[in-house]
T-cell receptor
Framework: RKEVEQDPGPFNVPEGATVAFNCTYS??????FFWYRQDCRKEPKLLMS???SGNEDGRFTAQLNRASQYISLLIRDSKLSDSATYLC????????????FGAGTTVTVRA | NAGVTQTPKFRVLKTGQSMTLLCAQD?????MYWYRQDPGMGLRLIHY???????AKGEVPDGYNVSRLKKQNFLLGLESAAPSQTSVYFC??????????FGPGTRLTVL
């Protein structure tokens, strides 16, 4: 089983819509969680960390469900510029510098 | 503040040739990483370093060597390139427990 699994999509949504997707992780001892954004042929960029209580950053909301071992990302009021691949990233231990990356979920926002 | 830079951006090699990829960061990060990214797969860790003069193997180290002689630089070497090493290579750096910051990538083709 992969350490981090994501639905590859694509999720095709109209501008202004809400889109949400999940990521599951295999190791219950995982401590840190992140969402990265990757545009076509570019480097991954840190979008947001995911905290136990859930957190928001503008139109983006991240949630963590430890019992079911998944994290989610919700994008409200989608913009064309939100079109990208979103990578789920998990750190096994808080003092571990190695991250496990999902293969990504592709989101396409259409006009 | 350039962040993480990588050279070269593109390279074509013939099977058996050697090359070195250079990564530099100006954020005074302790940790540096080399990943490869192939279509449909998540980022896979090749080698990493937790400080100047130290290196360690990641998930897919075979066929690669690294050196970290200076804190700000992390070099990835291919001694005898193989077609299976055709990929996009990303360097990243971080502080402990924090998200990683990536360079723009090197697109390598081995013929």
């Amino acid at each position: 089983r992969k350490e981090v699994e994501q639905d590859p999509g694509p999720f095709n949504v109209p501008e202004g819509a809400t889109v949400a997707f999940n990521c599951t992780y295999s190791n219950s001892a995982s401590q840190s969680f992140f969402w990265y954004r990757q545009d076509c042929r570019k480097e991954p960029k840190l979008l947001m960390s995911v905290y136990s209580s859930g957190n928001e950053d503008g139109r983006f909301t991240a949630q963590l469900n430890r019992a079911s071992q998944y994290i989610s990302l919700l994008i409200r009021d989608s913009k064309l510029s939100d079109s990208a691949t979103y990578l789920c990233v998990v750190n096994l231990r808080s003092n571990d510098y190695k991250l496990s990356f999902g293969a990504g979920t592709t989101v396409t926002v259409r006009a | 503040n350039a962040g993480v830079t990588q050279t070269p951006k593109f390279r074509v090699l013939k099977t058996g040739q050697s090359m070195t990829l250079l990564c530099a960061q100006d954020m005074n990060h302790e940790y540096m990483y080399w990943y490869r990214q192939d279509p449909g797969m998540g980022l896979r860790l090749i080698h990493y370093s937790v400080g100047e003069g130290t290196t360690a193997k990641g998930e897919v180290p075979d066929g690669y060597n690294v050196s970290r002689l200076k804190k700000q630089n992390f070099l990835l070497g291919l001694e005898s390139a193989a077609p299976s090493q055709t990929s996009v290579y990303f360097c990243a750096s971080s502080r402990l427990g924090r998200g990683q910051f990536f360079g723009p990538g090197t697109r390598l083709t081995v013929l």
